[in-house]
């Protein structure tokens, strides 16, 4: 638009509100007239109408107005205080009314199933094809809400910057053993393993020391009884570390070798290290760490033990859910299964079949 045009609309608006203003016309009418307008120009000739909105929509505004009024007095959104109480509405519903509900529901569905829980070992239920099949569904909720955080959804382990925060629940590797009933021992009195903590104290130190030196007979045994000293603890950890990668019998790690056998490695790990599931001690010949498995942290674990009351130990600790309270007998026993259930469980010797009762004999026909 050329200067001149605008002067031009300019002028002519102008004109529009001088003969409104004197009178002949009203200042908030259309320039052409027709609708009535705001009195909000703008660009010169644009201005707002004010139209009345279409009837259909004025009656839905109506309608949705008395609709918000009629729930509102049928299912309250304030709790407006009444005598005692609060007003609840005409409907009488609440949140929780509609959940007991649910619950109710839930329950009978649920409950030929718990009432034969209740009664049953693990291990008969998982010889019950319906029951496992219950329980692996119900258990998964007590798992994350108990488990998990520790062991990690569907028992993958949690790690944190000194190894395994949890065991793995869904490998073939087990502390404390992997049978059904191990695993809801496990589960409802808790676990609390114990390594000793092998650094000697300063006095003890001086006089291992002086005995390595003497390189008299017996004085390794000796040691022992005192503690590691830092090179002891060093060849043990790297014999420890070749005895998971299968290299045990290495020239290299002989000197550790000794170590072990002639210290109370023995004792919990086993002549062969494979551990020993009554104790909880940890299979060594494999690559599965309950801790940092690198030669740094085998030596602090060798070092400072595991629950060992030394505080630089590593701190390992399974909680007794039965003192702890929050978990029933059920509960347990479900998870027990649930966890059984993720692969890694360790079956019961076979049961003997009970011998087959022979069939009857006919009865003879008698001859006519």
């Known amino acids: 638009m050329s200067d001149n045009q605008n002067s031009a609309g300019g002028k002519e608006r102008e004109q529009h509100i001088h003969r409104a203003e004197g009178g002949s016309r009203n200042p908030y009418q259309n320039p052409d007239g027709g609708v009535t307008t705001t009195g909000h120009v703008w660009d010169d000739d644009l201005a707002d109408f004010t139209n009345q909105p279409p009837k259909w929509w004025m009656l839905g505004l109506a309608a949705s107005a008395i609709w918000v009024v009629v729930y509102w007095l049928y299912y309250p959104s304030i709790p407006v205080p009444t005598s005692n109480t609060f007003f609840k509405g005409v409907g009488g519903w609440t949140a929780i009314k509609e959940m007991e509900a649910d619950k109710g529901e839930v329950d009978a569905v649920r409950g030929k199933y718990e009432a034969k829980l209740k009664g049953m070992t693990p291990a008969a239920i998982l010889a019950d094809n319906d029951l496992t099949e219950y329980v692996k569904r119900s258990g998964k909720v007590l798992f994350g809400d108990n488990c998990a955080p520790c062991h990690g959804t569907n028992g993958v382990g949690t790690k944190d910057k000194e190894g395994l925060f949890a065991p793995v629940l ?29 650094h000697p104290s300063e006095r003890e130190l001086i006089e291992l020391e002086h005995l390595e030196k003497l390189g008299q007979a017996g004085a390794e045994a000796h040691n022992i009884a005192l503690g590691l000293t830092p090179h002891q603890i060093d060849v043990v950890a790297k014999y420890v570390l070749a005895l998971s990668e299968g290299k045990g019998d290495s020239p290299e790690v002989a000197a550790g070798k000794l170590v072990f056998i002639n210290s109370d490695c023995v004792g919990c790990h086993g002549q062969d290290g494979k551990g020993m599931q009554a104790m909880g001690s940890a299979n060594l010949t494999d690559k599965i760490w309950r801790f940092d498995g690198s030669l740094e942290g085998i030596k602090y674990t060798i070092t400072y033990g595991v629950n060992s009351g030394d505080p630089k130990a590593r701190v390992a600790v399974m909680p007794n859910f039965t003192e702890a309270g ?11 299964v649930y966890v059984y259930k993720f692969g890694g469980g360790q079956a019961d010797a076979p049961a003997v079949p009970p011998p087959v009762a022979a069939a009857p004999a006919a009865p003879a026909v008698k001859k006519k």
């Open 170 to 198: 869904n490998d073939d590797d087990w502390l404390y053993g992997g049978k059904i009933d191990d695993i809801y021992t496990s589960i409802s009195g808790g676990r609390q393993g114990i390594m000793l903590a092998h």
């Open 326 to 336: 929050k978990l029933s007998d059920t509960d347990i026993k479900k998870l027990a």
